[in-house]
Structures are given as C-alpha cells and as structure tokens.
C-alpha cells in the first residue's frame, strides 16, 4: 500500500491550475500515525509520497517521519519506502543529501519551455512586485537534482493555452537532462474540439522525437507513449496496472483523514477513514466497485488501453467519478494510434527498441 500525505496546503508558488483545497498542516502525530497503519497487519512493503502544497515547507516533518519507519524497520517486518514530488524552489543541497541516504524518489514539477512553464507557474506574491514566473529557479533546480537522482522525472502539465507547446516541451525536458518526461493533460481546464487537431500534431511530433531518441539508441521514458506500447505488448497485466480506486494507493490529508486519490482531500464525500482509526473497507470496497461498474465506454475497442477508469480525471472533468470525461475519451483515441504506430515502425527496423519493450514479455506484434 502506497500512502500520500498531504502535509500543507501552503506554497512558495501560486499556479493557477492547482487543484488544492484542503487546508491545515500535518503534525508529527498524524505522519507517525500514518506508519503506524501503513505497517499494520504484517505488511512487508509500504510507500510514502510526500505531497503539498510544497512539501519541502515541512521538511523537518518529513526528516521526522523517515527517521520514525527507519526505526520501525528495526523491530517489524515492514520496509519503506520514499517519494516526493516538489516544485525545487526549496530543493537544496543538504535536502539532496538526505535524500540519497533515504533512496528518495524525486519527481520535479516544471512545465516544458519557459514560456509554457511561467504562464501558469508563478511566484507567490512578494510585496508589490509583479507576478513573474518560476522557470529560472526551477531549471536550475532541476539541474542540481540530476546531478544527484538522474532518473528524477520531469513532470508536465499540459493546458490549452500551452498545448500548441507541448512538444517543445517534452523536448526542452529531455534538453534539461531528464531521462524521464511525463507530459499531463489539467482535464479540468475548459478543453474543447477545436483543440483536437493540435493535440494530435504535437503528439506526432513527439513520436518523431521519440523514434530519434530510440533510433540514437537514448536511453530515456516519455509517459504516455510508454504506457500505451505496454498496454499493447502485455496488455492482460496492463489492466491490473490501471487505477485501482483506494485499494492500492491512498491519500491523507494533514489531519489523517483518509480519501482514495490525491485530488479528493478535502471533499467528505470520499472519506475511507483516518490513520487513527483505520480503513473502513466496506467504504473502500464500495467506492472501487462504484469505479469499475462504469457503462460509459460500451463496447470501445480501446477500452482495456486506455485511462477510462482514472477516477481523479473523470471527476476533475465533470465532478463525478461515474461519468468518463469526453477530453480523456477524445485524448485516448489520440494518443493511442500514434504511440501504435511509432512502436510498431521502430519494431521493424530497431534493435535497441526491442530490447527496452519484448526482453520481458511474451507477446509479439504480428
């Protein structure tokens, strides 16, 4: 079980697109709780991601709930292990050391090319001083960050406003030096049809970055690409990788409440217990199934691909986990014929793709 807690809502940046809106800070009780249960009822493997806000705002907290699982491993079975996912406006040298010795996994957030990433991705107030974008500082955080984690991944948010930019970014994230690029659509934003073309010309961009890189023979990721060739190569486990509400992965808001993903904190509506108190699994249970009994997606061929269960997306979209969002649907008949296609003209001709794709599996493109 994988638990996210959401330490604070406060931040040394205000983008415009966070999702959010919980309030409160997380204290050493409801951290050290959060071992506790995560160690209950002889697991032998548990993760933590550290989650904000900015999480690096509590880094004494979080130096405080690393050394209380270490000392936990001492005397149970449980082993732990660490995430964080931070803007890097905090992300300095001592924290880097610390990090190394706890084998932390750190993902930093920055939005492609400056210009994309300063649209949305502003400093928090400062006087009287204009807004003004974060993208000088992040870069350079970024650059300390790989020097130490070089499979740290490079983590986008895609808007409309910044959509006809999203393949200069994946690209300007690969510049940086991240070997693993992640680009996400914000599918609560105000998408509409006429984004459609331009979402599929810069998907075939990157397809053709991504069979340069694969042709060089880079060693490098880029998520979603990544995912839709598995979700072909081994496609019955793919369907047990998908979003499994609650069951495999949880979030805890600063006061221990307990809610099935990171973008329901806050809304009562989802609430699966509290670290004090336990799980209820009648909640979670019922709440997973309420999930996978969607109709929406009928008979679709592609539906076994695709994010259609993703529950935080569809409820972003259009405020309900039981309704799949037609921007997810249009965005999935997308992405996958295009991910289809570079995959299987590299499979022809490329030997190192072979090697990074089949070496595992057993199905073969025919």
Request: glycine share 8%.
């Amino acid at each position: 079980m994988h638990f996210t807690l959401h330490m604070t809502s406060r931040c040394n940046l205000r983008c415009d697109y966070c999702y959010v809106n919980h309030g409160g800070e997380m204290t050493f009780e409801t951290a050290r709780a959060a071992v506790d249960l995560a160690s209950a009822d002889g697991a032998k493997t548990a993760g933590f991601v550290f989650f904000g806000g900015e999480p690096l705002l509590k880094r004494d907290l979080i130096f405080d709930t690393v050394a209380y699982a270490r000392e936990k491993e001492k005397t149970g079975i449980t082993r732990f292990s660490f995430k964080i996912t931070t803007n890097g406006l905090l992300l300095d040298d001592s924290f880097l050391d610390f990090a190394k010795r706890e084998s932390f996994f750190i993902a930093l957030s920055v939005d492609g090319t400056q210009e994309a990433h300063d649209m949305h991705r502003v400093m928090a107030p400062d006087g009287g001083k204009l807004r003004r974008g974060s993208y000088a500082q992040v870069s350079e955080a970024a650059k300390r960050l790989l020097r130490v984690f070089p499979q740290s991944p490079g983590m986008m948010t895609v808007r409309p406003d910044t959509l006809h930019l999203m393949a200069d970014g994946v690209k300007s994230l690969f510049d940086l030096g991240f070997v693993y690029a992640v680009s996400s659509l914000d599918y609560s934003a105000d998408w509409k049809d006429e984004h459609l073309p331009v979402l599929q010309e810069q998907y075939q961009r990157i397809a053709e970055l991504y069979a340069e890189k694969t042709r060089r023979g880079d060693k490098f990721y880029y998520a979603p690409f990544e995912s839709k060739i598995s979700s072909h190569i081994n496609s019955r486990e793919y369907c047990t990788q998908r979003c499994e509400l609650g069951l495999r992965q949880v979030s805890v808001g600063p006061d221990g409440t307990i809610f099935p993903c990171v973008q329901f904190v806050g809304d009562e509506t989802y609430k699966l217990g509290d670290v004090f108190n336990g799980i209820d699994e009648n909640l979670r249970k019922g709440m997973y199934s309420r999930n996978e009994k969607r109709n929406d997606c009928g008979d679709c061929v592609l539906k076994k691909r695709c994010n259609c269960h993703c529950a935080c997306m569809n409820r972003q979209a259009t405020g309900s986990i039981d309704k799949v969002s037609p921007m997810l649907c249009a965005h999935e008949r997308t992405v996958i014929p295009i991910a289809d296609k570079v995959a299987g003209e590299l499979y022809e001709e490329n030997p190192h793709y072979l090697d990074r794709h089949y070496k595992d599996f057993v199905h073969w493109f025919h």
